[in-house]
Every structure is written in structure tokens, then in C-alpha cells.
């Protein structure tokens, strides 16, 4: 009988060499990434196909095979929490001296470096944000602003200088720019002059400071530039459709002419031009470089076949339009799906925003009933203003969120607390398993295994801790080795080194997110919100190219599903309020009877039969105008005796109370006092006839609708 150590009991040697268990587990195509170590390769990759496996993948086996040196290796992103991403996969990996860095972290630490020799003095101080001074521009200059048009300008002012724009030559190139803040375009160049005043009376440099004074010693000094050259010999960049004129330019002189770049990219997902991101450097790879290798990564492993067909449709009912040819992206990335089949989407449409805010709490509640998990969910919109409702929602329902885009999480009070625990522990380190030293240490904070049953802030609080607790039980899994345990002390550097880069752990809540910031995540169950004509596309998206981008912006919304889509929209903004809203044309020909390029007037077509005509509400004993919402929707004035049936409004609260104690949400959540005094006067004899009536949506219709009957019926 022959001896077969997986069924012995022992340790079971990986006899594969590094190079081979590094190429393990990747398709064809992401092999062929990984195996392209020299000369130019430009790698088109589709949302959910594994991008930053193939290219981590590539830099380990590139580093194994000694090919390359793993000090002259750079690779840049775009932001902290992707760099920190990279980092961790290719120490997993074995090459954790390789830099990953973004952009403005490799010019500064070379400009830190640099400025000395090739300047003199000290580095001047880094502004963090622009708002102060740009203030102070504007009050030099007398012009009017306030808090919005400051934040306004900055953008413009960003764009300006990523752009390479100076002052002088901003008025040249910003003729379809608008107004930003308000002002015309002398006035904006007038306020950019003032801010470099400001920040050189003051020996300040912004962000883009950094960029444009490393470009500029890059250009100027050829000791510099060489001695850069002579460190990196090797570069990787990410989200490569997302490049500026400014970071293309420093790219190109940090290779000197040469050609040692990996690229990766998908113009599909360009959704950054206003900050002066250009898919083009991506296009013209190849015409730049005639020898690239070009690979096509369209494996979708993240999402179900369901949403990859939607997101593949999105971009298929793509009509070209009046765009010119400089502003045609290629021709998008058909994504296949590798995963099993999934549910199909739903479409939601609601009354009000009210109505939708509360309908999406609902079904995250019946999600999470249901196991999914609350971090597993997002909830994403077109502006941060739209966030409100739904965190009013959430709260409601007793459902704990985070608001990305909100206060960071390693600058929240209780982290800082939990820190120093931690950091004051690992002095007297002993031999107590991580996860429950760091919870015994967590506790004196105010932690407990079970989440609070309140919101707010002890909620946050508490979503806080938990995460760095389920840090802590994470690593001590994947860091640990036979030959070492991951400790406490290995675990305060881990979550000093995160806070460094911004790189958050996860917090157990829903996320609420606008869709530009939730560019890279996933979610189990995304939810898009407020998917109406003047949100999706924005009102201010007046022109093909700016339509395009905001179809671009609700795929990378799809695309960060992996199993459940929610699309939904109002009829109107207020509870009562004229429906006038249309659902966005970027749904057709995704909602079920609707086609693509379908007129405006028929993108109705998967609305109730009976909406009410818009034109002014009257009451309907006395026929005056109403003038409220609780007017309109109970039909009369408050001075007109009810026509309603008492007993049955009274049944109906009855009912209402049931519903809204079983599901546990507020009363209000299953239908408002004013919907079911119209339901009652109305007394409607089919689902029709009850959809008509506001306050009365799809999903309350479907939800509701027949036991509703039921009691007008026999009331």
C-alpha cells in the first residue's frame, strides 16, 4: 500500500517552485500578463476581471525570475487605499520592498529628496486643503464666494494646474468651462493669480505644487533626472485611463525614452474628466508604442451573469451621437461572466423621494434578515446632497451605516483611543491569542460582541471598534506562519502603517456612497438611487461627451455588484409633489418592455397606467387649489368635511400597525396618515385604480396592494 501524506496527518510539502505557485490560479490571459516582463504592454482591463492580481502576479514572478530588481521597480496609482492595496498583495507575494505608490506620494518623496540640491533651502510647507486661501484670494480681490463656490473654484483651479494651465494661459483653454463659483472667466483667472500669491506670501505648495515643481526639476536638472532613471528601470501603471496631462508628463520623464511600462486601463471607466483625467494616454498606447503587447482581460469574476449583461447593455445602447473623433472612447470591453447565475435586478419606482429612501431601507432590512451582511451593502447616488433621506431611512430601521466620503476612519476619536490601547498592550506583549487580547483591550473603550441597539453616535462607535476587531481576527490568520504567529505587536504596525496610507479596515454598516467614490469597491447588493432624468444624467450634463461620461458613471455603478442590483427612482421630490420626473434614459433597454433610444415621451412607458395628469391638485368637495402635500394627498382642503368612511380609515391603521411592528420600521414607512385617508375616500375597487393614488408606489402596490383591497372591500 502506498504512502499518501495528504491523508497522513503531516505537514504536506509544495514541492512547485515561487515562480510556479505565483502563476497558479491565473486564466490565460492574466498568465500572459504576468509572463510579459519586457517592453511596453498596455493591458485593457474590464471591471471584475482581476486587473490587480494580473499585474501583482506579473511583478512577483518578474522579481522571482530575477528579471527584475525589486528596488528599481515603481508602481503608481491613483489613490492611498489602491496603493495599500497593491502593497499588501505583493508582500503576500513575497516582494514587499517593491513601491506602490500613488502619483503625488512618488513626486513628493522625490522632490523631499531632491529640493535641497536642486532648489536650496527648505521644502516649503504642504497645503492640505485649498479652501483657506483661496478665501483669502477672493477677499484680496473683493469678489463675492461662499462655501460652495469656494469648493468650486478649488475644482476649477485643480483642473487648471493638472492641465498644466497657468493664469495667464487658463483663459485660452477654458472657453466651455462654465462659470465656476459664479464668476466669468477673467474673474477665475484673476482669483488662480491671487491663490499663488497667497501661497507663496504664506511659503506654501498645494498638491499640484508637487507635480508641477518635480516635473520642473526633472526638466532642468539632468543630474536629477538621471539619477531617477538610474533608480526606476521598471514602471506599472494603474487606472491608467484616469492620467492627467500633468502626470503623463512627469511619467514620460521619469522613463527618459525608454520603454519599460506596463500600463492598465479601461475606458469604460473613465469618470474623472472634470479633474482633467484623459482616457487618450490609454488609446494611444499602442500608436506610441507600435511593439506593445496588447492584452484584453474580459473575464468577470466579481459579478453574476444578470448584472455583467446589464452592465454590457449600458454600454451597448450607446449612441455616438454628434461626438467628435478626438472624444470617442474605444469600443468597450465586452465582459463575460465567470460566476453561477444570480437573481434578476429589480426596478423600483416610488412616489417620492421619501417613499424610495424608505422602500430601499425595507429591502436592505429583508437583505441582512436574510444573511447578507450590512457591509456587504451599498447604497449609491449621483450627489452627496441625496445621501440625507437615506441615512434618515437606515436610522429608522435601525440599520447602522457609513458614509464614505465622511470624516476618515483612522481620525475618528475612538480609533485614536484604540490605537494607544493597543500600542501601550503590545509593551507588555504576552502570549494571549490576538483577537482576544485585542478585544479584552477594546473593551475598556466601550466594545461588546453585540452591536448596540441605538444609533447614532454610540452606534458609530461601536461599528468602529468592532472593524479593528475583525482586523485583528483576519490577520492572525493570513499573517501568521509556522514559523511565526502573528502578535500584537505586528498588529499595531499593521494599523500604523494603514493609517499612513488611509487604508481603512471595514466597518459593519451600509455604505452610502456617491458613485464617483465608490470607483474600485464591490458590495454583495448595490442599490443605485435616484435614478431619474436630471440626477442620471446630471441636469448640468448638457453635451454628448459630458452624457457619455455620466452613462460611463452608472456602469462603474453596476460593475460594483456582485450578486444583487437595485435600480430605482421618483416620480416626484416631495411626499404629494407633482410627478413630473422621468426615469433616466440610460434605463431603457434595461428595465423589462422598454427598448433603447426610446423617445423622451415614452420613457414612461414602464410607469403605473394611472398616474395622475399633472396639472394643479383641487379639492375635490369644494374644487380649490391645494396648496400641501398633506393636501394633495388626502384630496381635499383641511375646511371640507372627510368622505371617507371612518371605520375603514381606522381598519386601515389598524393593519398599518401590524406591518409596521412586524417588519419593525416606523408607521409611516408602510403608508403615511395622509395616503391612507386617501385610500379610504378614494376606496378603490382594483390595483389600478389604487395605484393612482399618491403615495402609492410599485413596490407598496405589490407589497400591499391586495390586502389593502381586502379591507376597503369588506371595511
Known amino acids: 500500500m502506498s504512502f499518501d501524506p495528504q491523508q497522513s496527518g503531516l505537514p504536506v510539502m509544495d514541492e512547485r517552485t515561487a515562480e510556479e505557485r505565483i502563476l497558479a490560479g491565473l486564466d490565460d490571459e492574466q498568465r500572459t500578463v504576468a ?6 504592454l498596455c493591458v485593457l482591463a474590464g471591471a471584475g476581471t482581476g486587473k490587480t492580481r494580473a499585474i501583482t502576479h506579473r511583478i512577483a514572478y518578474g522579481v522571482h525570475t530575477g528579471v527584475y530588481n525589486p528596488n528599481r521597480l515603481l508602481a503608481v496609482t491613483f489613490t492611498a487605499r489602491a496603493a495599500a492595496e497593491m502593497r499588501t498583495r505583493l508582500r503576500d507575494l513575497g516582494v514587499g520592498t517593491v513601491q506602490a505608490r500613488t502619483f503625488h506620494a512618488a513626486a513628493l ?8 540640491h536642486a532648489v536650496g533651502g527648505q521644502l516649503p510647507g504642504l497645503l492640505d486643503y485649498k479652501a483657506q486661501i483661496i478665501a483669502e484670494a477672493a477677499r484680496r480681490l473683493r469678489l463675492p464666494t461662499d462655501r460652495a463656490a469656494i469648493r468650486d473654484l478649488a475644482a476649477e483651479i485643480e483642473w487648471a494646474k493638472v492641465s498644466m494651465l497657468t493664469p495667464e494661459t487658463y483663459l485660452l483653454k477654458a472657453e466651455d468651462r462654465g462659470e465656476p463659483g459664479g464668476l466669468d472667466k477673467v474673474a477665475v483667472g484673476r482669483l488662480f493669480q491671487a491663490y499663488e500669491d497667497v501661497k507663496a506670501d504664506r511659503n506654501l505648495i498645494d498638491f499640484e505644487d508637487v507635480l508641477l515643481i518635480t516635473v520642473g526639476i526633472l526638466q532642468e536638472d539632468p543630474r536629477v533626472a538621471a539619477t531617477v532613471r538610474d533608480q526606476y528601470r521598471h514602471f506599472v501603471v494603474d487606472e491608467y485611463q484616469d492620467v492627467s496631462p500633468l502626470q503623463q508628463r512627469m ?42 503587447n496588447v492584452v484584453k482581460l474580459v473575464r468577470d469574476y466579481r459579478s453574476t451573469p444578470q448584472v455583467v449583461g446589464l452592465a454590457n447593455s449600458l454600454l451597448g445602447n450607446r449612441r455616438s451621437g454628434g461626438l467628435t473623433a478626438d472624444a470617442l472612447w474605444s469600443k468597450p470591453l465586452e465582459l463575460v461572466a465567470q460566476r453561477p447565475t444570480g437573481p434578476s435586478a429589480e426596478f423600483l419606482e416610488c412616489s417620492d423621494d421619501e417613499a424610495e429612501a424608505a422602500a430601499v431601507a425595507t429591502r436592505i432590512k429583508a437583505l441582512i434578515g436574510n444573511g447578507t451582511k450590512a457591509s456587504e451593502i451599498a447604497v ?4 452627496n446632497g441625496q445621501s440625507e433621506a437615506y441615512e434618515q431611512a437606515l436610522t429608522a430601521t435601525n440599520i447602522g451605516y457609513q458614509l464614505r466620503g465622511g470624516e476618515r476612519f483612522f481620525a475618528r476619536k475612538e480609533v ?12 507588555a506583549a504576552d502570549d494571549e491569542p490576538l483577537g482576544q487580547l485585542v478585544r479584552a483591550v477594546l473593551h475598556n473603550l466601550g466594545y461588546q460582541e453585540w452591536a448596540p441597539k441605538t444609533g447614532g453616535a454610540v452606534r458609530e462607535r461601536w461599528e468602529s471598534l468592532s472593524a479593528i476587531v475583525a482586523l485583528a481576527d483576519e490577520l492572525a490568520v493570513s499573517r501568521s506562519t509556522p514559523e511565526h504567529t502573528f502578535t500584537i505587536i505586528d498588529f499595531v504596525a ?10 481603512a479596515p471595514t466597518v459593519q454598516g451600509v455604505t452610502l456612497a456617491s458613485l464617483h467614490s465608490a470607483k474600485g469597491l464591490e458590495w454583495d447588493a448595490v442599490f443605485l438611487v435616484g435614478l431619474s432624468e436630471g440626477l442620471m444624467p446630471i441636469s448640468f450634463a448638457d453635451t454628448p461627451e459630458t452624457v457619455d461620461e455620466e452613462r460611463r458613471l452608472l456602469y462603474v455603478g453596476i460593475t460594483r455588484a456582485r450578486e444583487f442590483l437595485n435600480f430605482s427612482w421618483s416620480t416626484a421630490r416631495t411626499p404629494g409633489g407633482r410627478a413630473n ?22 420613457r414612461l412607458s414602464g410607469a403605473r397606467k394611472s398616474r395622475k395628469p399633472v396639472g394643479p391638485s383641487v379639492c375635490r368637495v369644494c374644487r380649490k387649489i391645494l396648496n400641501t402635500g398633506a393636501e394633495r394627498k388626502v384630496g381635499r382642503c383641511p375646511d371640507c368635511p372627510p368622505g371617507y368612511d371612518e371605520a375603514v380609515f381606522e381598519q386601515l391603521r389598524e393593519w398599518r400597525l401590524g406591518e409596521s411592528t412586524s417588519a419593525s420600521v416606523p408607521a409611516f414607512v408602510v403608508f403615511t396618515d395622509a395616503t391612507l385617508m386617501a385610500i379610504a375616500e378614494a376606496a378603490p375597487q382594483d390595483l389600478d385604480e389604487l395605484a393612482a393614488l399618491p403615495g402609492v408606489g410599485p413596490s407598496k402596490l405589490e407589497r400591499y396592494g391586495e390586502a389593502v383591497l381586502d379591507i376597503v372591500a369588506n371595511g
Open 581 to 602: 420626473r422621468r426615469p433616466s434614459r440610460f434605463l431603457d433597454g434595461l428595465r423589462p418592455n422598454t427598448s433603447a433610444g426610446a423617445p423622451a415621451e415614452a
Open 494 to 503: 499593521e494599523l500604523q502603517d494603514r493609517a499612513t496610507a488611509q487604508h
Open 109 to 116: 518623496r522625490q522632490l523631499q529628496y531632491f529640493w535641497p
Open 380 to 383: 449609491l447616488f449621483r450627489t
Open 416 to 427: 485614536r483611543d484604540a490605537m494607544l490601547q493597543l500600542r501601550a498592550a503590545s509593551r
Open 35 to 40: 509572463t510579459t516582463l519586457n517592453g511596453p
Open 251 to 292: 511619467l514620460d520623464l521619469w522613463l527618459g525614452g525608454r520603454d519599460e511600462l506596463c500600463v492598465v486601463g479601461d475606458a469604460s471607466q473613465t469618470i474623472y474628466s472634470f479633474t482633467g483625467a484623459t482616457p487618450r494616454h490609454l488609446l494611444d498606447f499602442p500608436k506610441r508604442f507600435p511593439e506593445a
